[in-house]
């Protein structure tokens, strides 16, 4: 006998309750994205290697060890997306989607990284998408954060989660705490985790983002971004705080929140929860006004959050599967035509519907019945003539839509 190849480890194959679930966090983003005017993109699975690693930058993690990169026939580096955010930045820039400035767009779909696979923690995960593009102001966080805000709360799971709020400065203020940060931890050295000790001198904010216990005792009295801001700086999130408190969106300030990759600047952010266990965020995001310079295009602000897909779902429960709302059952196979032409026009007219037309037909409409539908409609012949009888709710609308 052969055996059947097995699923890579660290993707899924999503299902019933757990799909219907998934499905009802992009339905609902879709909607709640067009309400705030972000508008969709579709972007490639897999770019050139430099997109992801001139941006998110060598020293993370995502690009120093958990990236699907691979050579393809014409010898060329590539890589299976990690995020979205260095592939739209890449599209916005040889595109020219400059002249749409400030853009506001939206995307969903698969990423990649060659993580540890746990609740919660996949190689091929999922995420919903904005990112707004060219805009300076506090007021383009403001959006996207009560975009995000929405969207939680449309869901239903608003609660038990909280937006974690910081702001990392300008290019100056980061720079002072950066060299204040490794001050500080220069003097334990010894004591912190092999991967902090590596990142010290390169990248001393990822320490304070690290979940390591070894570092995690040292975080607490680290140097605080406060203590460095420039007026400029100071006052860019104070416009950002106000707006939020305009938008009635509840935030705390986590004075440690650094995002994992290199490209941040002022506002970062994260909605956390304690309800998933060790994978407790659902989104991050945050300003990368340094990106764009990065992969070679002009100065260019931009903000923007993901969040995954399984996460949020996680949160949502099991969405059950919805039953139909008419069942047509077909009691002597004679009628199948019939039947058929019935349920086409029952779903055209917007119902949902499925057929009951094979095994014993003595049978068929016990099973039909059984299926919790709103109404059934079943096709018999009775004393030697055509019978269609329509029982349950609705019976008029259907009436009507079969006559
Ligand atoms: P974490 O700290 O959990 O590793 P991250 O900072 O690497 O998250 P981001 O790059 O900010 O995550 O991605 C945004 C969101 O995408 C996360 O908040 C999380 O909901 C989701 N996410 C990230 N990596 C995974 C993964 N491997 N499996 C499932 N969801 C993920
Ligand atoms: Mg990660």
Known sequence: MSTTP????????????????????????ERVRKLYRFRRVEMPVFEKTEVFSRSIGETTDVVSKEMYSFED?????????????AGIARAYITNGWQQHAPLKVATHG????????????????????????????PQA?????????????????????????????????REAWRLALIDYFRAVKAELSEDSQDRLERNPLRILDSKDPRDKAFV????????????????????????????????????????GLDYYRHTAFEFVTDRLGAQGTVLGGGRYDGLMESLGGPFTPAVGWAAG????????GNTA????????????????????????????????????????????????????ADALVAYAIRDGAESVRVRGERQAEIDRILS
């Open 73 to 85: 026939r014409g010898g060329e580096s590539l890589t299976l997306r990690p995020e979205f955010t």
């Open 321 to 372: 599967e919805p039953n139909a709302q008419v069942i047509v059952v077909v009691e002597d196979d004679a009628l199948l035509d019939k039947a058929i032409g019935a349920i086409t026009k029952l779903r055209s007219a917007g119902l949902s519907a499925d057929l009951v037309a094979a095994g014993s037909p003595r049978k068929r409409f016990d099973k039909a019945s059984k299926m919790g």
């Open 141 to 173: 966080d403001v959006e996207l954060l009560t975009l995000a805000d929405q969207l939680l709360k449309e869901l239903g799971i608003a609660d038990g989660v909280s937006l974690q709020l910081n702001t990392l400065g300008d290019g100056a203020s």
């Open 6 to 29: 097995q699923a890579i480890r660290g993707t899924q194959d999503i299902f019933g309750a757990e799909a219907e679930a998934f499905a009802h966090v992009v339905e609902t983003f």
């Open 220 to 259: 607490a009295d680290a140097p605080k971004i406060d203590d460095f801001l420039s007026g400029e700086a100071q006052e860019f999130f104070g416009q950002v705080t106000s707006g939020l408190d305009a938008a009635g969106v509840a935030w705390t300030r986590a004075p440690a929140l650094v995002r």
């Open 110 to 137: 698969p990423l990649f990284r060659y993580e540890r696979p746990q609740k919660g923690r996949y190689r091929q995960f999922h995420q919903i998408d904005a990112e707004i593009i060219g805009a300076a102001e």
């Open 309 to 316: 897909i399984e996460r949020l779902a996680m949160l949502l």
